[in-house]
């Protein structure tokens, strides 16, 4: 079993920054894609970001691509998303995910475990 836990979300003036982190609990993500999702009030939930193993391949929604940097400390077990110059639009509740190991990195399916979500507001 895996536990994710999601925190950094808050409140921001479009234009700001924030930075999330995604901490794993109950074993090592070991060599899983991480994968960050998005999902606003009424609507379904989104890809945002994906990471390989070794950080070195990143994978981005056209949305953020440009603003969003996703990153990962493997040793504190921990995925990060830093969010810069965001806009009204990227409010939603933020959350990180371990990828199953099989298929697409873009679907919310193909991924095994989920944080409960942090929420991120930005105002204009």
């Known amino acids: 079993q895996v536990q994710l836990v999601e925190s950094g979300g808050g409140l921001v003036q479009a234009g700001g920054s924030l930075r999330l982190s995604c901490a794993a609990s109950g074993r090592t993500l070991g060599s899983n894609v991480m994968g960050w999702f998005r999902q606003a009030p009424g609507k379904e939930r989104e890809f945002v970001a994906a990471?390989?193993?070794?950080?070195?391949?990143?994978y981005y929604a056209d949305s953020v691509k440009g603003r969003f940097t996703t990153s990962r400390d493997n040793a504190k077990n921990t995925v990060y998303l830093q969010m810069n110059s965001l806009k009204p639009e990227d409010t939603a509740v933020y959350y990180c995910a371990l990828h199953s190991g099989i298929s697409s990195y873009y679907s919310v399916e193909y991924y095994d475990y989920w944080g409960s979500g942090t929420q991120v507001i930005v105002s204009s």
């Open positions: 990471i390989s193993w070794s950080g070195g391949i990143t």
